[in-house]
Structures are given as C-alpha cells and as structure tokens.
C-alpha cells in the first residue's frame, strides 16, 4: 500500500510568488492534516481536512493560504503571494479513525522563499 | 511555553549507551505519539500510547498520565538510531508536537 505523498519535494521560489503543494493520503484516509515546520521551531498544525471539509482550520497563519480537497482524495495548499517567513517544511498527515487518530506523515515539501 | 517540551534538545551518545529523551505536557490529551525523523527523511510514527508502557525492539515508550509525562528509551544505542525524536499528543483532532531531541549516536 501506497505511504503519503507529496510534491513537489522542494520549492524555491521568490518574495510575491505562488506556489501549490499537493498532498496525496493513504486511500481511504478521510482525515487529511497539514503541519508545517519553519527554520528553529516546532512543527505546529495547519489545519484538518474530513472528507472534503475543512474540520478545523484554526493553524491557517493568514488569508494568503488556502487549503482544498475537492472530491475529498488529494489535497493542495497554496501560498499567494508568497512572503519570506512562509519558508519552512509542510507536511501532509493522514489517518482513517478520528478516534484512534494514528497519523501517517508524507516526507515534506521544503519552500524557501527568496 | 510550550504546550509539548521535550528535553534533551540535543543529545550525543556512544554506541551501545542507554538513552532516555523525556516529554512534558500541560494540555489535555487522548494519546501521546513518539515520532522519528532521519536527516533528509520523511516523519516515521514510532509508537503511540494513552497508558503504560509499549516496547518495540530496543525501543521503550512509557507515560505517566497524571504527571503528564512521558520518556522513550532506547537500549543498547546504534548509530542508525541517529535522528531527531519528536513527542507529540493529540488534542481533540490534531497533533501538537514538541520542538524534537536531536540525537548522534557515534560508533
């Protein structure tokens, strides 16, 4: 069975850009979670996909991120416009039980924004 | 403060030592993950615990609820154990992760 993807694996891109991430879960997973890790600090939530709804989208550092799941399978998140501090690692988690919520990671997409 | 600290922030070991990395939390929580993270390398769950004590190989995950503690010990020390150690806890849907304990184990 197939883990979690991610792509790209790393994106370098410029101040005012915009940059997508794709997150493809486990198959069946209804729960999909974006986390995101900037230089120095703790990885720290981003927000919870259920289905195709956003369950919790509390993480959400500002409007210049959206976050979908349409069809409920992949997800993206894009960044736009880009700013500096939005450099760091975002990954992607799914799990299939809330109750259990035993979470499995995607390796990251690293962003640097010059 | 952080709601997840774990401690050592960095820890070196010789090969074969006993190693104990410790995790506190202040939140309420429904499970407690310990996660593993090579350099390079995507996030591995290595064992997730609500009581007790779980053991996987020479790794040993304990927690004590009421003093919202937990430790992960790993026995007999290898350098392929070199990574960085996160503690994580569930509060209600998502994880709330610790900064990680940066591990180097020489031969």
């Not at chain 2, 990395?21 to 290595?46: D, E, K």
């Not at chain 2, 003093?67 to 996160?86: C, F, Q």
Request: aromatic share 8%; hydrophobic share 35%.
């Amino acid at each position: 069975e197939a883990g979690v993807t991610q792509f790209p694996s790393h994106s370098v891109i410029e101040k005012g850009q915009t940059v997508t991430l794709r997150c493809d879960p486990i198959s069946g997973h209804d729960n999909l979670y974006w986390y995101r890790r900037v230089m120095g600090k703790e990885i720290k939530f981003l927000l919870h996909f259920v289905k195709e709804s956003k369950q919790d989208e509390s993480g959400m550092p500002n409007n210049r991120f959206l976050a979908e799941r349409t069809g409920g399978t992949y997800s993206t998140l894009k960044v736009q416009p880009a700013e500096l501090e939005d450099s760091g690692v975002y990954f992607c988690a799914s799990s299939q039980d809330l109750a259990i919520n035993e979470q499995f990671f995607g390796p990251g997409t690293r962003l640097t924004v010059l | 403060k952080n709601e997840v600290e774990q401690s050592p922030q960095n820890l070196t070991a010789q090969e074969g030592e006993f190693i104990t990395i410790n995790c506190s939390y202040s939140v309420g929580i429904s499970a407690l993950h310990w996660l593993q993270q090579h350099p390079g390398g995507g996030i591995v769950s290595l064992f997730m615990l609500s009581s007790g004590k779980k053991k996987h190989g020479r790794l040993i995950a304990t927690i004590n609820i009421q003093e919202k503690h937990s430790s992960l010990h790993i026995t007999a020390s290898h350098p392929r154990d070199s990574a960085v150690y996160i503690c994580a806890v569930s509060n209600t849907d998502k994880l709330i992760f610790g900064t990680g304990t940066r591990l180097q184990v020489f031969p």
